[in-house]
Every structure is written in structure tokens, then in C-alpha cells.
T-cell receptor, first 111, second 117 residues
Framework: DAKTTQPNSMESNEEEPVHLPCNHS???????IHWYRQLPSQGPEYVIH???SNVNNRMASLAIAEDRKSSTLILHRATLRDAAVYYCILRALYNTDKLIFGTGTRLQVFP | EAGVVQSPRYKIIEKKQPVAFWCNPI?????LYWYRQNLGQGPELLIRYENEEAVDDSQLPKDRFSAERLKGVDSTLKIQPAELGDSAVYLCASSFTWGILSSTEAFFGQGTRLTVV
């Protein structure tokens, strides 16, 4: 399984944008990039995923580098409720349906 | 609609005792996962079911851990006997898988926090 690298922690102030980076230099052509987050005392929850093009949804945006070796999760206006551990995960398109979690990035949001 | 339901939320047992966790996935989801999460770490996959078949149990410590998913719906994960190192949060997740395509997203329960003393 291809591996991802994320910073251990990041900080932000409330209502500021947050850019969470992820490196995945060994990504294969059929790997999707998924992001999950885990709020305190909760199970992980899906945030967003993409293959090649940038993606937007109500929670966040995902910017994918042209060579697909890195991506960035963008929270446009951080709130205190966004404080969580964010996981960047690669999932193959076919024949494997498991999520391999790393240690993620712990995001702290200050008022 | 209810999400993935796990019980109990918390469990404290003495070492060498057995323990069981229960999971009710989202209705219609054919894939079910059990993960273990140690403090400060990401979740680690223990076993994955497609319907009632365990398709990936390579990370399940089979000497003491067992799991079942009767009728392809609810699932139980058992540890017997428990050891101090089994203290962790046990997470259940479910998703819908279309044939050979990986599912878009998995939905997780709140987990069971196990403390072995």
C-alpha cells in the first residue's frame, strides 16, 4: 500500500483558512486520495476524496498537485469544531476496500 | 437514519477475562470493518467482511481474537483471554462496495474503549 506523509500537528486561528498538506510520492495511477478526520472521542468521519482534479464539498476543498504526488486539504474558515486529527489516505480503485490510516495531523484551532 | 452503532461504549475488565464487542452497521452496507486504535495512533485494521465472508483478517491476532458476522449484518469481535496490551479503542465501520470497486466512504461508529487492568 502506498504511504502518505503528513505533519504531526498544525495550528490555526478561528475563521482563518487552513491548508493541511499530504505527500504521497509513491501514489499509483488508480489510487484515490481520501481525507478523514477524527474529532475527540469520536470515530473517523469522511471529509472528501479525489483522483486528479480539485474537489469541493460543503466541508472542505481538496487541491491535488498535477503530478499527484501531493495534495492539500483546505478548510476555508476554521471553526473550533474543526479541531481534530486529519488523515490523508490512499485507496486503490479496485479490489481492495480497506483504509490504511497513518498518524495524521492534529489541528488545533484557537479562538 | 442511525449510523453505525457499537456497544458497549466503555468496558473495564481484568486481564485473562473474555470480552466481546458488538456492531450494527448501516442498513444495506455489505462491507464491515473492525479497527483497533491505540492512544495517539491512527486506527489499525483488524478484519474486513464482505457480507458474511472475512476477506481480510491478516492483522487479526488469531490466538486470542475472533470475529463473526452472521447473516452478513451485525458483527461481534471477541477477545479471550484479554491482555493488558489490548487496552485500546475498538472501532467498527461499514460501507457499500460495488463489485470490485472500492467504496467511496466508510462510516464509523463511536467505538468501544477497552481498559484491561
Amino acid at each position: 500500500d502506498a504511504k502518505t506523509t503528513q505533519p504531526n500537528s498544525m495550528e490555526s486561528n478561528e475563521e482563518e483558512p487552513v491548508h493541511l498538506p499530504c505527500n504521497h510520492s509513491t501514489i499509483s495511477g488508480t489510487d484515490y486520495i481520501h481525507w478523514y478526520r477524527q474529532l475527540p472521542s469520536q470515530g473517523p468521519e469522511y471529509v472528501i476524496h479525489g483522483l486528479t482534479s480539485n474537489v469541493n464539498n460543503r466541508m472542505a476543498s481538496l487541491a491535488i498537485a498535477e503530478d499527484r504526488k501531493s495534495s492539500t486539504l483546505i478548510l476555508h474558515r476554521a471553526t473550533l469544531r474543526d479541531a481534530a486529527v486529519y488523515y490523508c489516505i490512499l485507496r486503490a480503485l479496485y479490489n481492495t476496500d480497506k483504509l490504511i490510516f497513518g498518524t495524521g495531523t492534529r489541528l488545533q484551532v484557537f479562538p | 437514519e442511525a449510523g453505525v452503532v457499537q456497544s458497549p461504549r466503555y468496558k473495564i475488565i481484568e486481564k485473562k477475562q473474555p470480552v466481546a464487542f458488538w456492531c450494527n452497521p448501516i442498513s444495506g452496507h455489505n462491507t464491515l470493518y473492525w479497527y483497533r486504535q491505540n492512544l495517539g495512533q491512527g486506527p489499525e485494521l483488524l478484519i474486513r467482511y464482505e457480507n458474511e465472508e472475512a476477506v481480510d483478517d491478516s492483522q487479526l491476532p488469531k490466538d486470542r481474537f475472533s470475529a463473526e458476522r452472521l447473516k452478513g449484518v451485525d458483527s461481534t469481535l471477541k477477545i479471550q483471554p484479554a491482555e493488558l496490551g489490548d487496552s485500546a479503542v475498538y472501532l467498527c465501520a461499514s460501507s457499500f462496495t460495488w463489485g470490485i470497486l472500492s467504496s467511496t466512504e466508510a462510516f464509523f461508529g463511536q467505538g468501544t474503549r477497552l481498559t484491561v487492568v
